[in-house]
């Protein structure tokens, strides 16, 4: 620690920050631009200048820039100081001089860092009457609005673009005061980051275009902190309504997932919420006319679930109240997981990994600070991109910080950089395909899933000579394998990332080996697992069978009526199999937002809330259990929770008063208690009755406006606001106006700071926790190893068979999940079918690039264009998983091609 003294008052301060960052974690409001806490400093921007003493006599001092000033005891400098202050005003006009007077009409305006700081620095009056400087905007694709106007040159979005995201496709071009932010010529922003532009820039330069289209001042938004729902990391969001529309979802920060940065797919995928292909009421088809109202549906379903034993199918993109609750009404011998048996053995292979105690399970910032990482069977940035962003902070990290070797401190970004230069940490990937982490990567192995797999198990074996070894491996692959795991060994906090993406166990097991391979006495290597959905982990925790097993009960008539939860089971499992499942069904009862395939097939539909319209509980990848809120009370009254739903017919399944439905508080505490592996799940958020001072955490803003008029058309008298009876948020713009525990955080503001960069004012210490600590629990305890640790499972060598071929699934940021892509611009950049061939495979079929390609997969026949991949291994062909109606497949999966003749 050191003594600082600012203004002649002392603080005690952490040693090797910066000035500025100090500043602001003591409360201070010091201007600034360029700087940002995760991409450090780089002095571009001059705003943030402080006079520096030499010691407490010292009356003259001289101007510095905070941001790049290291901290050091028994300093002295003046925030206030005259001089420093009329410095700061000085250079705000200057950046002022070409902006336009557009905060009426600028997206920005009222959440803008530039109209924050200009306020902060007294500059209020322009004397500047010359012509301005302007420049031509560039189409950036459908996500990013570009206003090069309004650039105050701080570097932030290519350094975030480039430095941090790894981008290659937007620069900085010309200099002094012509530099221009863009593109070499109009086109997509290609990296999947390009969304945090908008949060990044601290004026209107880039902005989200999704938002344009239904645009709302962030003060006029009804927000509430929420999980994103389209991967298995958790990301921390927070979403914004207005009109009964979601019209944004924005960062929420966590430091223990993702930080400041969220990808494009969880930024702009939300508009399945305002789908027209939302279920929009009850529907039993045995009736004419076929939609009900609640009451025609509670009658119904009285008859068939009092009469019956009910099968419930689960779901891993539905909260862990949902499935519970689904779970109470069928009793747990009828409740399956609603996951093909081949997914379902993949997560009891990492249940029994983590629960073994061999490994370390990191949070996603952790894998930051690897030191060695090795990617097995994953395409991080199409799976689970926010991973690949922070594995290449990582594979940067080690070089940055020799760095500080010749006293360069860590905060220095533009210093680290230039003395790093091209140097990397270590990074090997084997995958069957080029991924985009490539170009970081020491090694890359294009191999098929199983020689993954043996490839992993040949490292585990370099590592401990009682770990099995594969036989029959070539003498360039051992060397590889020994060069990785020398590598391994000497790293200081080894990662080993894997996860179900190639449907292959042994690819887990392998990287199991590995890492319990590396661990010692004093410590465990980190072991991180990439999921497919949301709730993927809760799901596979509450260890029921998997949809194979409820076909089983349907053909032994063990049951004839069927309740699927949020769940399309065409893609979870071949069509010919899920055809099989919904024939054995006399009543099907579906709860979904969406209508789909399987939605297509039930006797009676109910639908149901998404993410914004209901409150739950996810299980991240990690294990980390979080809570998303209600954004908004749905206009549509059938837009009810799904556990809610479940919960009425477990009542009047029961015979139990409708009075005595359960709130989602009281269903995790009853699963916790029935399920001990959830203990701690129940204590993710402070209870419904939480109150601060007695008063609600208000989800609007206090400058929330239009309460009367939004509705004047139906009536002219403000209506009452909705009561929420099951958190403690309230939707109204009154109540407690402090910083709340984080997970009710609804947004981000404080005097002063109406931009993202408020969010400074709820950390303990800049770029550190939320104050009270992040959200989240974690429920897999670091437990002892228990014995006989090794995996010997080990698949023998891939051997193409003449006239098959092995059909790998190809993740696609864009396309391959379920429901971003009912977001137009997300459909825009998702794939179109192709099938992906090596060249020897191209030759030997006599078949060129973009030529059809018949492709027989069980019982599914298709035709699609052929894609030559030079790296694929002969005999493995890769086809772009889910995109496009490419559905109704069994992982893994063979597969006959044949040339269509044209």
């Known amino acids: 620690m050191a003594v600082i003294y600012i203004d002649h008052r002392a603080y005690e301060v952490k040693a090797g920050k910066n000035l500025l960052e100090t500043c602001l974690t003591l409360g201070f409001n010091l201007p600034y631009f360029c700087w940002h806490p995760a991409m450090g400093s780089v002095g571009a921007c001059r705003q943030c200048a402080i006079k520096l003493f030499k010691d407490k006599d010292d009356t003259q001092g001289r101007l510095m820039m905070s941001c790049m000033e290291s901290v050091k005891d028994n300093m002295y400098l003046s925030i206030n100081d005259p001089v420093a202050k009329s410095f700061r005003s000085q250079v705000i006009e200057w950046l002022m001089t070409n902006h336009p007077h557009d905060c009426a009409v600028c997206d920005e305006g009222g959440s803008c860092h530039l109209q924050d700081m200009t306020v902060m620095t007294g500059h209020t009056y322009r004397r500047f009457q010359y012509p301005k400087r302007t420049y031509k905007n560039q189409y950036l694709g459908p996500f990013i609005n570009h206003e090069m106007n309004r650039c105050i040159q701080c570097y932030r979005c290519v350094r975030f673009y480039k430095d941090y995201a790894g981008g290659t496709d937007l620069d900085a071009f010309a200099a002094h005061d012509h530099i221009y932010f863009g593109r070499a010529a109009d086109g997509v922003l290609e990296n999947e980051f390009s969304g945090n532009l908008a949060e990044v820039c601290p004026t209107g330069v880039f902005t989200d275009k999704s938002l344009k289209e239904h645009y709302t001042r962030k003060w006029d938004m009804t927000m509430a902190p929420s999980i994103c729902q389209h991967c298995s990391l958790g990301c921390n969001i927070i979403a914004g309504e207005r009109y009964g529309e979601l019209r944004q979802i924005t960062n929420r920060f966590n430091g223990e997932v993702n930080g400041y940065f969220i990808c494009d797919k969880g930024r702009f995928g939300y508009e399945f919420v305002n789908s027209i292909n939302r279920i929009q009421q009850p529907i039993i088809r045995t009736k004419i006319p076929e939609a009900v109202d609640k009451n025609s549906l509670y009658d119904y379903l009285k008859t068939v679930l009092s009469n019956r034993t009910v099968i419930g199918i689960g779901s891993p993109r539905a909260s862990l109240e949902s499935n519970f609750a689904l779970m109470q009404l069928v009793g747990k011998g009828n409740f399956y997981q609603g996951v093909s048996e081949t997914d379902a053995q993949l997560m009891r292979t990492i249940l029994h990994t983590l629960n073994a105690g061999h490994v370390h399970i990191p949070s996603l910032k952790e894998t930051e600070i690897a030191d060695a990482i090795l990617v097995l069977g994953e395409d991080l940035t199409n799976a689970a991109p926010l991973l690949a962003l922070t594995v290449r902070q990582a594979v940067h990290r080690k070089p940055l910080e020799n760095a500080q070797q010749i006293s360069v401190p860590p905060w220095h970004d533009t210093a680290r950089r230039e003395f790093a230069q091209e140097e990397k940490g270590p990074l090997f990937i084997a995958y069957p395909t080029k991924t985009k982490l490539e170009a970081l990567a020491a090694n890359c192995q294009y191999l098929s899933p199983d020689e993954i797999a043996r490839l992993g198990f040949a490292i585990a074996n370099r590592l401990d000579n009682t770990a099995p070894a594969p036989q029959g491996v070539d003498e360039d692959t051992l060397q590889i394998a020994q060069h990785i795991a020398n590598t391994l060994k000497q790293a200081e906090r080894p990662l080993i990332i894997c996860g179900t993406s190639l449907r292959n166990e042994a690819i887990l097991k392998a990287a199991a080996n590995i890492a319990c391979a590396l661990g010692t006495e004093d410590k465990k290597a980190s072991l991180f697992y990439v999921m497919e959905e949301c709730n993927s982990m809760g799901l596979a925790m509450m260890e029921v069978p998997s949809l194979k097993q409820a076909t089983e009960a349907l053909k032994k008539k063990e049951a004839n009526t069927v309740i699927i939860l949020e769940n399309d089971l065409y893609r979870r499992d071949a069509k010919s199999a899920i055809d099989d499942f919904l024939e054995q069904c006399e009543e099907l009862i579906v709860l979904d937002h969406l209508h789909h395939e399987t939605s297509n097939r039930a006797t009676v539909l109910i639908p149901v809330g998404t993410f914004a319209e209901a409150e739950g509980t996810l299980v991240n990848n990690e294990g980390r259990a979080q809570c998303f809120f209600q954004v908004f009370a749905p206009k549509n009254e059938n837009f009810r929770e799904s556990w809610r ?174 429901l971003s892509i009912y977001t137009h611009g997300v459909a825009e950049r998702a794939p179109h079918p192709y099938i992906a061939i090596s060249q020897q495979d191209a030759n030997d079929l006599n078949t060129r690039e973009y030529q059809l390609m018949q492709v027989t997969i069980g019982t599914l026949n298709y035709e699609l264009p052929v894609m030559i991949k030079k790296e694929l291994p002969h005999g493995v062909v890769g086809i772009p998983y889910h995109v496009s109606g490419l559905i109704g497949i069994a992982w893994p999966a063979k597969g006959i091609l044949k040339p269509v003749m044209t």
Do not use: C
């Open 645 to 818: 739903w479940l919960d009425e017919f477990r009542q009047f399944k029961q015979g139990i008063s409708p009075e005595d439905l359960q709130a989602p508080g009281d269903l995790m505490m009853e699963m916790a208690a029935s399920m001990p592996q959830f203990k701690g799940a129940e204590e993710v958020a402070p209870s419904a009755d939480f109150r601060i001072s007695g008063q609600k955490i208000p989800r609007e803003p206090h400058r929330y406006s239009g309460r009367t008029a939004m509705l004047a058309n139906i009536q002219v008298s403000e209506p009452k606001p909705p009561e929420d009876h099951d958190s403690a948020l309230s939707y109204t713009m009154e109540g407690y106006r402090g910083i709340p525990p984080a997970p009710l955080i609804p947004f981000f503001w404080a005097p002063g700071w109406n931009s993202a960069q408020s969010v400074n004012k709820y950390q303990e210490e800049v770029g550190g926790p939320i104050r009270g600590g992040d959200t989240g629990k974690r429920l897999f305890p670091e437990t002892p190893a228990i014995e006989n640790a090794f995996l010997n499972t080990i698949p023998p060598a891939y051997k193409a068979s003449p006239g098959e071929w092995l059909v790998v699934p190809l993740q696609h940021i864009f396309g391959s999940e379920e």
